[in-house]
Protein backbone atom coordinates (compact mmCIF):
# COMPACT_ATOMS: atom_id res chain seq x y z
CA UNK A 1 0.00 0.00 0.00
CA UNK A 2 3.03 2.88 0.51
CA UNK A 3 4.57 1.48 -2.35
CA UNK A 4 1.61 2.33 -4.10
CA UNK A 5 0.90 5.58 -2.95
CA UNK A 6 4.75 6.33 -3.28
CA UNK A 7 4.64 5.42 -7.09
CA UNK A 8 1.59 7.39 -7.35
CA UNK A 9 3.07 10.11 -5.85
CA UNK A 10 6.06 10.11 -8.06
CA UNK A 11 3.59 9.42 -11.03
CA UNK A 12 2.06 13.05 -10.27
CA UNK A 13 4.67 14.84 -9.40
CA UNK A 14 5.93 13.58 -13.09
CA UNK A 15 2.67 14.89 -14.39
CA UNK A 16 3.35 18.51 -12.73
CA UNK A 17 7.00 18.54 -14.29
CA UNK A 18 5.65 17.89 -17.65
CA UNK A 19 3.09 19.97 -17.77
CA UNK A 20 5.45 22.42 -16.64
CA UNK A 21 7.70 21.75 -19.88
CA UNK A 22 4.38 21.62 -21.33
CA UNK A 23 3.48 25.30 -20.85
CA UNK A 24 6.90 26.42 -21.46
CA UNK A 25 7.21 24.98 -24.29
CA UNK A 26 3.72 27.02 -25.52
CA UNK A 27 4.80 29.68 -24.07
CA UNK A 28 7.92 29.72 -26.03
CA UNK A 29 5.88 28.95 -29.27
CA UNK A 30 3.56 31.87 -28.54
CA UNK A 31 6.72 34.22 -28.45
CA UNK A 32 8.14 32.98 -31.82
CA UNK A 33 4.65 33.80 -33.20
CA UNK A 34 4.46 37.27 -31.42
CA UNK A 35 7.64 38.64 -32.21
CA UNK A 36 7.77 39.03 -36.07
CA UNK A 37 3.93 40.61 -35.61
CA UNK A 38 5.70 42.64 -33.45
CA UNK A 39 8.40 43.96 -35.17
CA UNK A 40 6.28 43.79 -38.57
CA UNK A 41 3.91 46.33 -36.78
CA UNK A 42 6.14 48.72 -35.66
CA UNK A 43 7.48 49.61 -39.00
CA UNK A 44 10.74 47.50 -39.72
CA UNK A 45 10.60 47.34 -43.46
CA UNK A 46 11.47 43.48 -43.29
CA UNK A 47 11.63 42.71 -47.09
CA UNK A 48 10.72 39.48 -48.28
CA UNK A 49 12.31 36.78 -50.41
CA UNK A 50 10.91 35.29 -52.68
CA UNK A 51 11.50 34.15 -56.94
CA UNK A 52 11.11 36.07 -59.34
CA UNK A 53 7.51 35.80 -61.35
CA UNK A 54 9.59 35.35 -64.75
CA UNK A 55 10.83 31.89 -64.65
CA UNK A 56 13.62 32.53 -67.11
CA UNK A 57 14.96 35.49 -65.35
CA UNK A 58 15.02 33.63 -62.24
CA UNK A 59 16.91 31.34 -63.58
CA UNK A 60 19.01 33.69 -64.37
CA UNK A 61 19.17 35.59 -61.89
CA UNK A 62 20.37 32.28 -59.80
CA UNK A 63 22.83 31.47 -62.06
CA UNK A 64 23.98 35.09 -61.74
CA UNK A 65 24.25 34.96 -57.89
CA UNK A 66 26.23 31.36 -57.79
CA UNK A 67 29.01 34.35 -59.70
CA UNK A 68 28.51 36.87 -56.18
CA UNK A 69 30.68 36.02 -52.93
CA UNK A 70 29.22 36.48 -49.84
CA UNK A 71 30.32 39.51 -48.02
CA UNK A 72 30.34 37.36 -44.26
CA UNK A 73 30.69 34.29 -45.06
CA UNK A 74 33.80 32.97 -45.99
CA UNK A 75 33.94 32.05 -49.56
CA UNK A 76 30.44 30.71 -50.20
CA UNK A 77 28.42 32.25 -52.93
CA UNK A 78 25.63 34.50 -51.87
CA UNK A 79 23.08 31.57 -53.94
CA UNK A 80 23.93 29.42 -51.40
CA UNK A 81 24.42 31.34 -48.16
CA UNK A 82 21.76 31.35 -45.42
CA UNK A 83 23.48 34.51 -43.94
CA UNK A 84 21.15 38.00 -43.78
CA UNK A 85 23.52 40.12 -46.25
CA UNK A 86 23.44 37.44 -48.52
CA UNK A 87 19.72 37.92 -48.53
CA UNK A 88 19.75 41.16 -49.07
CA UNK A 89 21.83 41.29 -52.02
CA UNK A 90 19.76 38.40 -53.56
CA UNK A 91 16.67 41.25 -52.89
CA UNK A 92 18.77 43.18 -54.16
CA UNK A 93 19.83 41.82 -57.54
CA UNK A 94 16.30 40.60 -58.39
CA UNK A 95 15.07 43.67 -57.79
CA UNK A 96 17.50 45.27 -60.28
CA UNK A 97 16.88 42.17 -62.62
CA UNK A 98 12.99 43.01 -62.11
CA UNK A 99 14.00 46.74 -63.33
CA UNK A 100 15.81 45.19 -66.87
CA UNK A 101 19.06 45.42 -65.59
CA UNK A 102 22.07 43.31 -67.30
CA UNK A 103 24.40 41.10 -64.92
CA UNK A 104 27.32 43.71 -66.14
CA UNK A 105 25.44 46.66 -64.92
CA UNK A 106 24.78 44.64 -61.38
CA UNK A 107 28.01 43.62 -61.42
CA UNK A 108 29.38 47.18 -61.73
CA UNK A 109 27.38 48.45 -59.29
CA UNK A 110 28.30 45.79 -56.49
CA UNK A 111 31.94 46.43 -57.75
CA UNK A 112 32.03 49.97 -57.13
CA UNK A 113 31.00 49.12 -53.48
CA UNK A 114 33.13 45.63 -52.84
CA UNK A 115 35.92 45.93 -55.21
CA UNK A 116 36.31 42.54 -57.18
CA UNK A 117 36.24 40.93 -54.16
CA UNK A 118 32.36 40.17 -54.58
CA UNK A 119 32.88 38.41 -57.86
CA UNK A 120 33.64 34.26 -57.32
CA UNK A 121 35.62 35.10 -60.37
CA UNK A 122 37.60 37.82 -60.37
CA UNK A 123 38.48 40.00 -63.66
CA UNK A 124 41.64 40.22 -65.05
CA UNK A 125 43.25 43.71 -64.17
CA UNK A 126 46.34 45.31 -63.33
CA UNK A 127 45.84 43.78 -59.85
CA UNK A 128 45.28 39.99 -60.44
CA UNK A 129 47.05 39.56 -63.62
CA UNK A 130 49.41 37.34 -61.40
CA UNK A 131 46.42 35.59 -60.06
CA UNK A 132 45.66 34.23 -63.37
CA UNK A 133 49.03 34.22 -65.13
CA UNK A 134 50.54 31.86 -61.95
CA UNK A 135 49.38 28.46 -63.14
CA UNK A 136 51.43 29.09 -66.63
CA UNK A 137 54.00 30.87 -65.13
CA UNK A 138 54.45 27.63 -62.28
CA UNK A 139 55.12 25.51 -65.18
CA UNK A 140 56.79 27.83 -67.40
CA UNK A 141 58.81 27.49 -64.23
CA UNK A 142 59.04 23.97 -64.27
CA UNK A 143 60.32 23.62 -67.46
CA UNK A 144 62.90 25.87 -67.39
CA UNK A 145 63.84 23.94 -64.20
CA UNK A 146 63.98 20.41 -66.00
CA UNK A 147 65.51 22.05 -68.93
CA UNK A 148 68.65 23.82 -66.98
CA UNK A 149 68.94 20.47 -65.24
CA UNK A 150 69.27 18.47 -68.14
CA UNK A 151 71.78 20.52 -70.25
CA UNK A 152 73.80 20.55 -66.70
CA UNK A 153 73.43 16.56 -67.06
CA UNK A 154 74.88 16.79 -70.29
CA UNK A 155 77.22 19.23 -69.81
CA UNK A 156 79.05 16.44 -67.33
CA UNK A 157 78.35 13.74 -69.61
CA UNK A 158 80.10 15.39 -72.18
CA UNK A 159 83.15 16.93 -69.69
CA UNK A 160 83.54 12.93 -69.20
CA UNK A 161 82.66 14.31 -65.30
CA UNK A 162 79.98 11.79 -64.36
CA UNK A 163 82.17 8.68 -66.56
CA UNK A 164 83.58 7.45 -62.82
CA UNK A 165 80.17 5.81 -62.14
CA UNK A 166 79.86 3.25 -64.92
CA UNK A 167 83.80 2.70 -65.19
CA UNK A 168 84.80 0.76 -62.39
CA UNK A 169 88.49 0.68 -61.12
CA UNK A 170 90.81 -2.24 -61.27
CA UNK A 171 90.75 -3.31 -57.84
CA UNK A 172 86.30 -2.67 -58.37
CA UNK A 173 86.46 -5.23 -61.18
CA UNK A 174 88.36 -7.90 -59.13
CA UNK A 175 85.58 -7.51 -56.13
CA UNK A 176 82.97 -7.48 -58.82
CA UNK A 177 84.24 -11.20 -60.48
CA UNK A 178 85.27 -12.49 -56.74
CA UNK A 179 81.38 -12.08 -56.35
CA UNK A 180 80.06 -13.06 -59.18
CA UNK A 181 82.51 -16.40 -59.36
CA UNK A 182 81.27 -16.88 -55.60
CA UNK A 183 77.67 -16.90 -56.55
CA UNK A 184 78.20 -19.44 -59.19
CA UNK A 185 79.94 -21.45 -56.42
CA UNK A 186 76.83 -21.49 -54.28
CA UNK B 1 72.91 28.74 -58.56
CA UNK B 2 71.15 24.99 -58.96
CA UNK B 3 71.71 24.37 -55.67
CA UNK B 4 69.81 26.95 -54.00
CA UNK B 5 66.89 26.93 -55.69
CA UNK B 6 65.15 24.85 -53.30
CA UNK B 7 65.69 27.40 -51.17
CA UNK B 8 64.49 30.02 -52.77
CA UNK B 9 61.85 28.41 -53.56
CA UNK B 10 60.63 27.85 -50.34
CA UNK B 11 61.83 31.06 -49.09
CA UNK B 12 59.59 32.59 -51.57
CA UNK B 13 56.64 30.73 -50.47
CA UNK B 14 57.08 30.98 -46.34
CA UNK B 15 57.47 35.11 -47.30
CA UNK B 16 53.92 34.68 -48.85
CA UNK B 17 52.44 32.46 -46.77
CA UNK B 18 53.83 34.73 -43.63
CA UNK B 19 52.43 37.89 -45.18
CA UNK B 20 49.05 35.47 -45.73
CA UNK B 21 49.06 35.35 -41.84
CA UNK B 22 49.19 38.86 -41.28
CA UNK B 23 45.97 39.72 -43.50
CA UNK B 24 42.46 39.91 -42.29
CA UNK B 25 40.09 37.78 -45.13
CA UNK B 26 36.86 38.39 -42.81
CA UNK B 27 37.71 42.26 -43.76
CA UNK B 28 37.08 43.66 -46.90
CA UNK B 29 37.12 47.30 -47.51
CA UNK B 30 34.32 49.17 -48.66
CA UNK B 31 36.11 50.46 -52.28
CA UNK B 32 33.85 53.71 -51.81
CA UNK B 33 36.73 54.54 -49.95
CA UNK B 34 38.22 57.95 -51.73
CA UNK B 35 34.99 58.13 -53.82
CA UNK B 36 31.91 60.59 -52.76
CA UNK B 37 28.70 59.58 -50.90
CA UNK B 38 26.46 57.98 -53.06
CA UNK B 39 23.27 59.92 -53.72
CA UNK B 40 21.04 58.47 -51.10
CA UNK B 41 17.61 59.57 -48.83
CA UNK B 42 16.47 58.25 -45.96
CA UNK B 43 13.95 59.05 -43.44
CA UNK B 44 15.07 60.60 -40.13
CA UNK B 45 14.62 59.24 -36.61
CA UNK B 46 12.46 61.82 -34.17
CA UNK B 47 11.16 60.49 -30.66
CA UNK B 48 11.23 56.56 -31.40
CA UNK B 49 9.35 56.78 -35.19
CA UNK B 50 10.27 57.82 -38.45
CA UNK B 51 10.17 61.50 -39.33
CA UNK B 52 8.47 61.82 -42.44
CA UNK B 53 9.13 65.34 -43.62
CA UNK B 54 12.75 65.34 -42.98
CA UNK B 55 15.17 62.86 -44.96
CA UNK B 56 19.04 62.20 -44.08
CA UNK B 57 20.09 62.76 -47.72
CA UNK B 58 24.12 63.15 -49.25
CA UNK B 59 23.15 66.78 -50.05
CA UNK B 60 23.44 67.08 -46.08
CA UNK B 61 27.11 66.17 -46.21
CA UNK B 62 29.47 68.03 -48.49
CA UNK B 63 28.84 71.79 -46.41
CA UNK B 64 32.11 72.09 -45.44
CA UNK B 65 32.26 70.04 -42.54
CA UNK B 66 33.80 67.03 -41.76
CA UNK B 67 31.84 64.17 -40.24
CA UNK B 68 31.73 61.13 -38.79
CA UNK B 69 29.00 58.37 -40.14
CA UNK B 70 28.05 55.55 -37.69
CA UNK B 71 26.56 52.45 -38.73
CA UNK B 72 24.62 51.09 -35.68
CA UNK B 73 21.32 49.14 -34.69
CA UNK B 74 20.12 48.49 -31.11
CA UNK B 75 20.54 44.92 -31.99
CA UNK B 76 24.21 45.07 -32.19
CA UNK B 77 26.22 43.74 -29.10
CA UNK B 78 29.86 45.37 -30.39
CA UNK B 79 27.60 48.59 -30.84
CA UNK B 80 27.43 49.12 -27.03
CA UNK B 81 31.03 48.60 -27.16
CA UNK B 82 32.04 51.66 -28.94
CA UNK B 83 28.82 53.82 -27.64
CA UNK B 84 30.84 55.35 -25.32
CA UNK B 85 33.77 56.65 -27.72
CA UNK B 86 31.44 58.19 -29.35
CA UNK B 87 29.88 60.10 -26.43
CA UNK B 88 32.96 61.58 -25.95
CA UNK B 89 33.83 62.33 -29.59
CA UNK B 90 30.22 64.08 -29.57
CA UNK B 91 31.06 65.89 -26.34
CA UNK B 92 34.69 66.70 -27.75
CA UNK B 93 32.69 68.56 -30.59
CA UNK B 94 32.82 66.69 -33.46
CA UNK B 95 29.70 65.86 -35.74
CA UNK B 96 28.40 62.42 -35.80
CA UNK B 97 26.07 61.52 -38.06
CA UNK B 98 24.05 57.71 -37.30
CA UNK B 99 22.53 55.47 -39.74
CA UNK B 100 20.03 53.07 -37.58
CA UNK B 101 20.76 49.69 -39.72
CA UNK B 102 17.55 47.45 -40.50
CA UNK B 103 16.63 48.42 -37.11
CA UNK B 104 12.92 49.21 -35.37
CA UNK B 105 13.03 53.23 -34.63
CA UNK B 106 11.21 52.58 -31.52
CA UNK B 107 14.43 50.07 -30.51
CA UNK B 108 16.85 52.91 -31.80
CA UNK B 109 15.33 55.43 -29.53
CA UNK B 110 15.70 53.15 -27.05
CA UNK B 111 19.09 52.40 -27.52
CA UNK B 112 19.98 56.30 -27.31
CA UNK B 113 18.03 57.19 -24.23
CA UNK B 114 19.42 54.15 -22.04
CA UNK B 115 23.04 55.09 -23.28
CA UNK B 116 23.30 58.75 -24.55
CA UNK B 117 22.86 60.30 -28.05
CA UNK B 118 26.08 61.21 -29.68
CA UNK B 119 24.42 61.47 -33.05
CA UNK B 120 24.03 65.30 -35.04
CA UNK B 121 21.14 63.13 -36.57
CA UNK B 122 19.66 59.67 -36.91
CA UNK B 123 19.11 58.27 -40.75
CA UNK B 124 17.04 54.99 -40.56
CA UNK B 125 18.28 52.87 -43.16
CA UNK B 126 15.27 50.28 -42.91
CA UNK B 127 15.99 47.71 -45.50
CA UNK B 128 19.87 47.93 -45.46
CA UNK B 129 19.90 49.22 -48.87
CA UNK B 130 21.96 52.09 -47.20
CA UNK B 131 24.34 50.10 -45.83
CA UNK B 132 24.63 48.22 -49.06
CA UNK B 133 24.81 51.73 -51.05
CA UNK B 134 27.76 52.40 -49.03
CA UNK B 135 29.87 49.24 -49.00
CA UNK B 136 29.25 48.26 -45.42
CA UNK B 137 29.36 44.16 -45.03
CA UNK B 138 27.78 44.58 -41.08
CA UNK B 139 27.62 46.80 -37.83
CA UNK B 140 29.41 48.89 -36.50
CA UNK B 141 30.98 50.72 -39.14
CA UNK B 142 32.05 54.47 -39.36
CA UNK B 143 33.17 56.26 -42.02
CA UNK B 144 34.73 59.92 -41.88
CA UNK B 145 32.82 62.21 -44.43
CA UNK B 146 34.95 65.16 -45.63
CA UNK B 147 33.87 68.52 -45.98
CA UNK B 148 33.57 67.79 -49.79
CA UNK B 149 31.19 64.94 -49.02
CA UNK B 150 34.12 62.29 -49.85
CA UNK B 151 34.30 59.22 -47.61
CA UNK B 152 38.05 59.39 -46.75
CA UNK B 153 37.81 56.24 -43.99
CA UNK B 154 36.18 53.30 -43.37
CA UNK B 155 36.72 51.55 -39.98
CA UNK B 156 34.89 48.08 -39.98
CA UNK B 157 33.78 46.21 -37.02
CA UNK B 158 33.27 48.15 -33.83
CA UNK B 159 36.34 51.02 -32.29
CA UNK B 160 37.93 50.76 -29.75
CA UNK B 161 40.26 52.98 -27.53
CA UNK B 162 43.55 52.13 -29.63
CA UNK B 163 41.69 52.69 -33.31
CA UNK B 164 40.22 55.59 -31.48
CA UNK B 165 43.32 57.28 -30.80
CA UNK B 166 45.32 56.16 -33.43
CA UNK B 167 43.46 55.74 -36.62
CA UNK B 168 39.67 57.92 -36.04
CA UNK B 169 41.38 60.95 -34.50
CA UNK B 170 44.18 61.51 -36.50
CA UNK B 171 42.68 61.13 -39.83
CA UNK B 172 39.28 63.19 -38.56
CA UNK B 173 41.79 65.97 -37.41
CA UNK B 174 43.39 65.37 -41.28
CA UNK B 175 39.93 65.68 -42.94
CA UNK B 176 39.14 68.71 -40.93
CA UNK B 177 42.15 70.16 -41.80
CA UNK B 178 41.89 70.02 -45.34
CA UNK B 179 38.60 70.46 -45.94
CA UNK B 180 37.07 72.18 -42.44
CA UNK B 181 35.02 70.95 -40.15
CA UNK B 182 34.97 73.30 -37.07
CA UNK B 183 31.89 73.75 -35.86
Known sequence: MMTYTYVNSSLSSKTAVFSVIGA????????????????????????????????????????????????????QAIEESDADMARDLRILIRERFA????????????????????????????????????????????LTIVWLRRKETK????????????????????????????GDNT | MMRFLPLIVFSLIATGLGIGLTLKPTIIPSAMVGKPLPQFSVALLKDGVSDDDNNLTHRDFADGKTRLLNVFASWCQ???IEHPLLMQLAADGHLIVGI???????DSQKFLDQLGDPYKNVGLDLDGRLGI????SGVPETFIIDGNGMI????????????????????????????????
Not at chain 1, 107 to 131: C, F, H, Q
Request: glycine content about 6%; aromatic content about 8%.
Open chain 1, 24 to 75: LLLFFVALTLLVPQSVNAQGLKVLEEKPLPDAEMEQRARTYMKGIRCLVCQN
Open chain 2, 78 to 80: PCR
Open chain 1, 155 to 182: ALVAKGQNMPQTQLSAEEKKRLTDILNQ
Open chain 2, 100 to 106: ASKDDPT
Open chain 2, 152 to 183: TYQHIGYIDTLTFKQEILPRLEAAKHATGGQE
Open chain 2, 133 to 136: AIGT
Open chain 1, 99 to 142: NGETEAQISAYLVERYGDWILMNPPLSSKTWLLWSAPFLIFLLA
